[in-house]
């Protein structure tokens, strides 16, 4: 006779950790740029980089909070400077304070910068109507201790954006004696193809001269796959000409992986858990022999990978043609979290390896766990029938492999839902 309290059991699980930092920061200002600068996957190319390389014989430490009363508000603090202080060299820090309208939407916001060095108060600001796709936003010093030029008293633009479709013009409240506007851009995505110009006149062009001055246009194309959410794998495959004199080819790939683990603080149904994995590619040539600015480098490349083992561990690796950085960075998900970062820095050219460390302390983002909360865990493909097995347990079907790669992020939390509501 057989058992008629005998429950099926429940199908493996397995864990999907929050990365580090996502949404970036840098998302949170994206209506301020122009959107030729941020894709064909330059602002993931720019964190992978750039985050957690803290400078050789520097410290840095940032502090972002947010009152418990009042989620549309936030304050983001950073101190940095040398280990061996110099008179010369000076601590460099500042704060910003940002109301933001709504807490799932960062487009329309106000903030306030502070620092001691220029500018030491500065405002910005942008509004954007998601209905109409129509935005404007504006940054102004309102002290500074020089203003040798228009934009060090302002800029101020209009930009309209959609999924397929973004364009906008940036312009200085005075005019400017070398040129008007300050830059103009369109950008346009059809399937997984995105092209895009940017016109930015450089100073000392003549103004008769300066729409037809190759040096002022920049030209791109790129071709992507996937979604912004970390759940979803992505490619990235750029080629630009900057300012017609430099090409600039560039390649980023978000990797999604599973491994097995046998953890003995979990529950005996946990058999796995979610890796993600980053590599960057960026090579950039000089086509002409012109003598240009020097705001334009030299030929050179930098290839970068970073791999994230767990929800508290972080190692990247950078190597570029004079030097290599190795990174490391611990987080514990307290609230507020807390993240130490070292950084070992190899100058090949002088055979010197220097060492940098960054403190950063933060309750912006809703603080998550690979366990405890059923939303953090993805049932594997194979099991998915048994998915309402796991009701009896938790109370919740857990997220579906299928609803990922279908781009079905409705049961998702917010840091792990897709950037993508504009292009």
Request: glycine share 8%; proline share 8%; hydrophobic share 35%.
């Amino acid at each position: 006779m057989g058992n008629w309290n005998s429950k099926e059991p429940p199908p493996p699980l397995v864990l999907v950790p929050p990365l580090f930092d996502f949404p970036p920061l840098a998302a949170r200002t994206r209506m301020l740029e122009s959107s030729y600068n941020l894709l064909f996957g330059k602002l993931a190319l720019k964190c992978l980089f750039e985050d957690y390389f803290d400078e050789a014989r520097h410290f840095s430490t940032r502090i972002m909070l947010k009152p418990i009363n009042d989620p549309h508000v936030d304050l983001v603090a950073t101190v940095s400077g040398a280990f061996d202080h110099t008179p010369e060299e000076k601590f460099v820090g500042n704060a910003q304070f940002r109301w933001q309208s709504d807490i799932d939407d960062p487009h329309t916001f106000m903030d306030l910068f502070v620092s001691n060095s220029d500018p030491v108060l500065r405002m910005r600001s942008c509004a954007y109507y998601p209905k109409y796709g129509i935005g404007a936003f504006g940054s102004f010093p309102l002290l500074a201790k020089k203003r040798s030029g228009p934009e060090d008293y302002g800029l101020m633009g209009l930009r309209y954006g959609s999924r397929n479709l973004s364009f906008g013009v940036t312009v200085t409240p005075l005019p400017k004696p070398n040129g008007f506007p300050k830059n103009i851009w369109f950008v346009s995505k059809m399937g997984r193809i995105t092209t895009g110009v940017q016109y930015e006149p450089l100073c000392g062009t003549k103004d008769d001269m300066r729409w037809k001055d190759l040096m002022n246009w920049s030209c791109a194309v790129g071709y992507g796959l996937g979604s912004s959410s970390p759940l979803s794998p992505s490619f990235n495959f750029g080629l630009e000409l900057a300012r017609g004199s430099q090409f600039i080819a560039s390649f980023y790939q978000h990797a999604v992986v599973q491994r097995r683990v046998k953890n003995p603080f979990e529950e005996d149904e946990v058999v796995g858990i979610t890796n993600y994995i980053d590599f960057g590619f960026e090579l950039q040539t000089r086509v002409d022999d012109a003598k240009t600015p020097s705001t334009i480098s030299d030929s050179t490349f930098q290839v970068a990978a970073s791999w994230q083992a767990n929800k508290n561990f972080l190692l990247k690796g950078k190597v570029g043609p004079l030097s290599s950085t190795l990174a490391m960075a611990f987080k514990s998900w307290w609230q507020p979290s807390f993240t130490f970062s070292i950084s070992a820095n190899r100058d090949r050219s002088i055979g010197k390896t220097s060492f940098g460390f960054g403190i950063r302390v933060e309750n912006l983002r809703q603080a998550s766990y690979e366990r405890a909360d059923p939303n953090y865990v993805m049932l594997t493909p194979s099991k998915e029938h048994l998915a309402e097995g796991t009701l009896w347990k938790i109370g919740k079907r857990p997220m579906l492999q299928s609803d990922v790669d279908s781009g079905n992020f409705d049961g998702l939390p917010r840091e792990l839902r897709p950037l993508e509501k504009i292009l």
